[in-house]
């Protein structure tokens, strides 16, 4: 019986070819992927500012993100999130009118929180409108229990009387905030 070893008809540049292949494809989504994902600017917190997630306890966090999402719907987990009773007033100013709804909390862990939103009247030219350059809402945090509304409504005299804004930062800043900056 004899045996007869057949070779390759191209001495293995098939497994050469794949493998230039399959690296093109990685390099040109390498590539693309670095095209497509910006870098994130990381959000720096003023000192009249403090972090949601780092600054407030459940309760408070829990009552803050009703209020982001759910812009004073109530519903049943308001009990659980420190049971604020909420009063509202109303300051019109010129252009922009004020609605102000200031919560005290039933808990003693908790502080009080203030919602703000802004309406501007913006002057119409034809078909075009001035757009806001403010947000439409602002939500503002006092450590006291009860802390009284200010007279005023404007971020000098919240911030002269105590009260810090409460911002939510993204993901990526929440991170280096946790973990610690990259170096």
Same mark, same amino acid.
């Given at each position: 019986?004899?045996?007869?070893?057949?070779?390759?008809?191209?001495?293995?540049?098939?497994?050469?070819?794949?493998?230039?292949?399959?690296?093109?494809?990685?390099?040109?989504?390498?590539?693309?992927?670095?095209?497509?994902?910006?870098?994130?600017?990381?959000?720096?917190?003023?000192?009249?500012?403090?972090?949601?997630?780092?600054?407030?306890?459940?309760?408070?966090?829990?009552?803050?993100?009703?209020?982001?999402?759910?812009?004073?719907?109530?519903?049943? /987990?308001?009990?659980?999130?420190?049971?604020?009773?909420?009063?509202? /007033?109303?300051?019109?100013?010129?252009?922009?009118?004020?609605?102000?709804?200031?919560?005290?909390?039933?808990?003693?862990?908790?502080?009080?929180?203030?919602?703000?939103?802004?309406?501007?009247?913006?002057?119409?030219?034809?078909?075009?409108?001035?757009?806001?350059?403010?947000?439409?809402?602002?939500?503002?945090?006092?450590?006291?229990?009860?802390?009284?509304?200010?007279?005023?409504?404007?971020?000098?005299?919240?911030?002269?009387?105590?009260?810090?804004?409460?911002?939510?930062? /993204?993901?990526?800043?929440?991170?280096?905030?946790?973990?610690?900056?990259?170096?």
């Amino acid at each position: 019986m004899a045996t007869q070893i057949v070779s390759p008809a191209g001495k293995g540049s098939e497994s050469l070819y794949l493998l230039v292949i399959t690296a093109c494809i990685f390099a040109s989504c390498a590539f693309l992927i670095s095209l497509t994902t910006g870098k994130e600017e990381e959000r720096t917190l003023q000192a009249y500012q403090i972090d949601a997630f780092a600054d407030l306890n459940g309760k408070e966090l829990a009552v803050f993100n009703n209020l982001r999402t759910s812009a004073l719907e109530k519903d049943v /987990s308001w009990k659980k999130s420190g049971g604020y009773i909420w009063t509202r /007033s109303l300051q019109p100013k010129g252009n922009i009118d004020l609605a102000v709804f200031i919560g005290h909390p039933q808990d003693n862990d908790c502080g009080s929180m203030l919602l703000l939103f802004t309406h501007e009247h913006g002057k119409k030219q034809g078909n075009v409108t001035d757009k806001a350059e403010h947000p439409a809402y602002e939500i503002w945090y006092h450590r006291a229990r009860y802390q009284p509304l200010p007279d005023t409504f404007t971020d000098q005299i919240f911030i002269a009387a105590g009260w810090k804004e409460i911002c939510a930062l /993204s993901g990526a800043d929440e991170v280096k905030r946790v973990k610690g900056a990259a170096e």
